[in-house]
């Protein structure tokens, strides 16, 4: 399953496997910077909503994909 990042300051989406650390420890809807959507069981549904997002940057998580 993935879940994805939205990160308004950098203007980036990011997808995340939900058992990344990144994800899991930082586990709330919204930050200060943006917010979390998910769980996408599917790669491509993840891909899919992070375009819909309009984000100039899509972006797989360096530590977990």
Do not use: Q
């Not at 300051?9 to 586990?27: E, L």
């Not at 998910?38 to 360096?62: L, M, P, Q």
């Amino acid at each position: 399953m993935y879940v994805v990042y939205v990160n308004h300051p950098n203007n980036k989406a990011i997808i995340h496997r939900d058992t990344c650390r990144v994800y899991t420890h930082r586990r709330r809807d919204k930050t200060h910077n943006g917010y979390w959507k998910g769980t996408f069981k599917e790669f491509v549904e993840a891909k899919d909503f992070a375009k819909s997002t309009g984000k100039k940057r899509i972006d797989t998580c360096a530590f977990c994909l």
